[in-house]
């Protein structure tokens, strides 16, 4: 028993007290209120919005550019059949004609490309016809992500020039 009395007023012994004395400051200290967690979701919120759109915006930037190197690929390949064969495919044979010799063309050495037809970064077939508008050889194009002729940004169009 002499102990527990000269332990009494020890800082432990006073700290008990303190806490048994006011309950509630353990409970303060455990978590967030949930003002505090409303106001770091509303901050999350406004974050997001505003990196959210920029980023997805660079996304489409990255598409189109994608898109535009494989065309580039694709009128490497055209180019290599034309010397090959004296003309470029016709409309109704396609881009298939640089894989596979289509209708036995005479000087087809071919495959023109290393691996398949690539489609458009959105999933679509590109498109290709000839003779072209405004005087080309042949178009090449893709409509974009909505795949519909017009359209700005992501739904633009995107020809060979």
């Known amino acids: 028993m002499p102990e527990r009395l000269s332990n009494a007023g020890s800082p432990a012994a006073s700290a008990l007290r303190t806490r048994l004395a006011r309950p509630d400051i353990g409970l303060r200290r455990r978590g967030f209120t949930l003002l505090e967690l409303l106001v770091v979701l509303l901050i999350i919120a406004l974050l997001a919005g505003y990196v959210g759109p920029k980023l997805f915006g660079e996304v489409g930037k990255a598409r189109s550019k994608t898109a535009a190197s494989q065309m580039k690929g694709i009128e490497s390949a055209l180019d290599r059949y034309r010397l090959d064969t004296g003309h470029f495919p016709s409309t109704d044979a396609g881009l298939a004609a ?14 023109y490309m290393s691996s398949a037809i690539p489609n458009d970064p959105w999933g679509k077939p590109y498109i290709y016809r000839t003779p072209g508008e405004n005087g080309k050889d042949y178009d090449l194009m893709t409509y974009g992500a909505d795949g519909k002729p017009g359209g700005s940004g992501e739904d633009a169009d995107i020809v060979n020039k």
Request: aromatic share 8%; proline share 7%.
């Open 98 to 111: 640089l894989m596979t010799n289509v209708g036995n063309t005479s000087g087809w050495e071919g495959p």
